[in-house]
């Protein structure tokens, strides 16, 4: 079964860092564009970042410029979301997912566009 199993949130304090890891499982990840999105209680869920299959577009929120960087190994088939300076708001369930569209990755972050999801990570940001 084609999925993706998410690994790394928690509670971590205001200026602190997390590194989020995301897994594919039967299928090759370096043939599609991935994705982090974020839903916040109370909130709609929004893209973070993204990274087309061959890494030549990328792109982040403004809300995490700067301090967040999404990355991938293809040799583990493994994704990842780096976060450095976290904030409060930062704080989310964290969801990866991917895409056959190995070209896409923009500033729209269109869900419905994304073939697989993670089942979605914590990441509490508090002191």
């Known amino acids: 079964q084609l999925r993706l199993v998410e690994s790394g949130g928690g509670l971590v304090q205001p200026g602190g860092s997390l590194r989020l890891s995301c897994v594919a499982s039967e299928f090759t990840l370096d043939q599609y564009a991935i994705a982090w999105f974020r839903q916040a209680p109370g909130k709609e869920r929004e893209g973070v970042s993204c990274?087309?299959?061959?890494?030549?577009?990328?792109n982040y929120a403004d809300s995490v410029k700067g301090r967040f960087t999404i990355a991938r190994d293809n040799a583990t088939n493994t994704m990842y979301l780096f976060m450095n300076s976290l904030k409060p708001e930062d704080t989310a369930t964290y969801y990866c997912?991917?895409?056959?569209?190995?070209?896409?990755?923009?500033?729209?972050?269109?869900?419905?566009?994304?073939?697989?999801w993670g089942q979605g990570t914590q990441v509490t940001v508090s002191s």
């Open positions: 990274d087309s299959a061959r890494g030549d577009h990328t």
């Open positions: 997912a991917a895409t056959t569209l190995s070209y896409y990755c923009n500033q729209y972050f269109t869900e419905g566009l994304y073939d697989y």
